[in-house]
């Protein structure tokens, strides 16, 4: 299946966050039991009934604005593994907006979109400056064409910006760099923003597909995607909500009927 046609249905976007990779300060010393989370994963959001997925090095932290030779290598290496075995679309997220790594991984890995956190806008946070990314990428892309979409924040969580710059500004910018589709979060994972700010968003997005990408649970999930084309989940469709556990089945099945009825 095509991400387009998945587009179609406003898609629910489960992540396949990584354990600790290879380099990062909170490494394990095992890359099967890095596997095999991420296989839970991927049967998990396959069973519970997610549309697509995204594989996140989500344990890196704190993330840097780049990584090491070993922690893309190891990367690469476990999302191969879930590519070959997953039936669904998915996508790449390499923290924090490394995006000359991210395309190079989704173009070996077939992937079907990456999120660029910082694509037309210059960001400050813990992981410390990161520039706006779309005459980079855009060039990767011309370098080394694929099908692969862009799906770009606009005020990604966890930062702040470095100047000032308008929603409207970001928005049209964002749209006219190339991007596939917008991403609009909160200020921390697992927090939402309101539905007035994604209504508004959307609005200025025009015929942009808008994904929610935070916040999104049960309880507010319907409300949402009556305005957003579509949203990623972490935190709430984790084993007690808890975004550092594997993804609940059950969890996940309640909120997809919660959005599909």
């Known amino acids: 299946m095509s991400y387009a046609e998945v587009f179609t249905r406003k898609p629910i976007i489960g992540m396949v966050h990584l354990m600790p990779l290879p380099g990062s300060p909170g490494y394990g010393g095992s890359m099967a039991a890095i596997e095999e989370a991420a296989m839970q994963d991927l049967r998990a959001l396959e069973a519970g009934g997610a549309d697509s997925f995204i594989i996140e090095n989500f344990g890196d932290v704190p993330y840097a ?20 075995e997953a039936k669904l679309p998915f996508g790449i997220n390499v923290q924090f907006n490394c995006v000359d790594q991210e395309w190079a991984l989704a173009y070996a890995t077939g992937a079907s979109f990456i999120r660029v956190e910082a694509f037309v806008e210059n960001r400050v946070g813990v ?9 980079e990428l855009r060039r ?37 760099s190339g991007a596939d589709a917008l991403i609009v979060t909160g200020l921390l994972t697992g927090q ?6 994604v209504r508004e968003f959307k609005k200025l ?18 409300e949402f995607f009556e305005v957003a084309d579509g949203a990623i989940i972490g935190s709430s469709i984790k084993i007690n909500g808890n975004v550092n556990d594997r993804v609940d089945v059950e969890r996940l099945k309640k909120l997809v009927e919660a959005v599909r009825g």
């Open 205 to 222: 997005a025009r015929s942009m597909p808008v994904l929610l990408g935070s916040g999104v649970n049960t309880a507010n999930a319907r």
């Open 127 to 135: 992981h410390g400056v990161t520039y706006a990314a779309a005459p």
């Open 65 to 84: 604005t780049s990584n090491a030779p070993v922690t893309m290598a190891a990367m690469t290496s476990v999302a191969a593994l879930v590519a070959k």
């Open 140 to 176: 990767l892309q011309a370098a080394y064409p694929a099908k692969t979409m862009i799906f770009a924040d606009v005020n990604t969580k966890h930062t702040f910006p470095l100047v000032d710059q308008p929603l409207d500004f970001s928005v049209h910018e964002a749209i006219e």
């Open 192 to 197: 939402s923003p309101t539905v007035e700010d």
